[in-house]
């Protein structure tokens, strides 16, 4: 009986925080929530209804008048019709195949060693294989083309066609490799600098070595940052756009349509095609989407499993 | 004119295009101001065309004319100014080139000038039929660019041959010549990424992609002639007699400077960009008409060329009118885009001018450069119209040519590839395809 009067003014206090608490939140929220409805979901919403036009065009021979009526799925239905759109999904996931997995393996292989007791130079090792990174996609495609091609080549262009119908997925890929690779591997380095120093101490004072304190503690225990890794990469291949399309003038081995985006952009403004590009440009978003959850849940189990 | 001079950078720079298109913006249609001045805007990528505009503008206190360079060349512009259109905000007068007039017409960018301008009789009817449709005149053609046979007269000589091919099969003949005595020179490249270097080869086999009975298109892409000129080509590349790779690539340009390529089908603008491709070569270059398919027929293809066009959105036709009419067909302008831009004229009347008399710098050594070009406009063929959709035409001969050179597959089903892509765009945008 005697607590009751005691819980009765605590009692209010909950509900006042209560009342304050949602508004605080919802205020911090705010600006990432609007930028986020302004510029990724209306773009898209606007992008779903321009899917789902088309131009018309009747009067004459030159069509004295055009007009824009709705098309329900149709463009949808030529995209997923047209074999050229999964032609270049699946050239999309051969330089992603070659890409995501090189990424991951040499940044995790690059933090390692600029992590170990025996590194020395790090500094500076750690800038040089970040510096690509800085370099703009464009002009990195620029100058890995000059490498390539026979004319101005000093890796062998001569010898080797860098723009076989095999070669180029590689030569595309390792473009790209490298435009990102420094940038993941601050990110697995990171992790591993904040691993306590202790569990090393620990693990020598037992006798492991270099390589299975990196194999056994380090590895596992980035796990997730690995599985981040893994996730920028395969966002990063979904996206591929620049390295094709600057390396397009040098070779007949590219076309417009050689990944998806450079379709949609060949759609929208090489055929004035808005709409079709729309259309693809929108499923291409569902499939980056799917990809993106697949991916997490996947690399989320993995880890999960691991650290067990 | 300059039309291929940006193309190397321009899908590089791709993204800056949409950067350039939200600057753009401001630029709205003429305005006039409580003085009585009209005030235009001009949208051009012609090096050189800020002097013509300079001595329009002296000389015209009353309608002053602002030169805008496009944030990119050809579609890249033309597609802007469809987009623009819609919003209102497109330059009072645009370069367009002849292949993309009937898209721009069908977009309703540009405006018949037939009221604003008192006559085009210095133009021959060649001219007239790529600006005039169903009666009405769009736009006064600025130039005309019929293909050229560019060759280094040292190399070939040196190789033997004193005069350039004639004829097709001379050019095969001296193709083998050539790369047999240096397996790695070429006479020339196929050019898989220039659709109107082909369509200018097919126009002189005398193809004909477009035709129009009332307003029912025919679309014949993979006609008989064109057919011939692919299947010419094929061979070429098969018996590795040339270059398969695309013309301004880092490779081509390297390739023409160091006298690997040793000619080049181009167009009456190449001097304008040859000092750029091979600086090591200049007064080494020879101009002469390209290979005919029979001994002595003249007929030749053009690769560019250009109207002014007057824009929907322009609130000043008459006086945007007036200044096109002066550039291109007066003397003082004529005479001015000749020595300030190395045009040359598309009006007939024009092309003997005292200013073509000297040749542009890098042919500095064929004095009669001009004199040829004027006898080679006077053969110019093209296709009896050119389709609303050329842009789709042009992109699918990119993509389908880069494809069956890479692949070493038949350039017939290319071609078939092309004209498929062709008629089911018009189809689907709702134009009556026989």
Redesign the interface.
Known sequence: MATVPAAAPARPAPARRRRRGPILPVVLVAPAVALLLLFTFAPAVYAFVLSLL?????G????TS?ETVFAGVANYASTLADPEFWASLGRMLLVASVGVPSVLILATLFALCLDANRARLTGFSRLAIFLPYAVPG?IA??LW??LY????SPIGGQFIDYFG?TTIFFAVANVAIWGVLGFNMVVLYTALQSIPRELFDAAQIDGASELQIAVRIKLPMIAPAMTLVALFSVIGALQLF?EP??L??????????WVPLMRV??DA????DIYGGAASAFTLLVMTVVATVLVNVVGNRLSRRSAR | MNKKLLRGLAIPLAGLVALGGLAACSTSGGQSDGSGVVNLTFVNWDNGMDKVVDAWNTANPKIQVKLIKPSGTGYTLYNKLITDNKAGTNPDIAEIEYPAIPLMISNKVIVPVDKYISSLDNYSQNVLDRVRFEGKTYGVPQNICPLVFFYRKDLFEAAGITKPPATWDEFAADAAIIHGKNPKQYISNFDAASPEWFSGLAEQAGANWWSAKGSTWTVDIDDAATQKVANYWQDLLTKDLVAPGPSWSTQWNTDMNTGNIVGWISGQWAPNQLPSITPDTAGKWAAAPVPSWTAGDQQIGTWGGEVEGVTANSKHPAEAAKFVDWMNNSEKGIDLLITKAQVFPASAKYQSLPALKTPPPFMSTQPDYNALMAQLASHVRGFDIWGPNANITFNAYSDAFGKAVQNKTSFQDALKTVQEASVADMKKAGYTVK
């Open positions: 088309r131009v018309h065009v009747s004459g021979l030159l069509g055009t464009v495609s620029l083309g000059f091609l026979p004319a101005t119908n620049n399309t600057t397009k003038p040098l070779t007949n081995a590219i076309s417009s349509t952009y060949s403004f090489v055929n004035n």
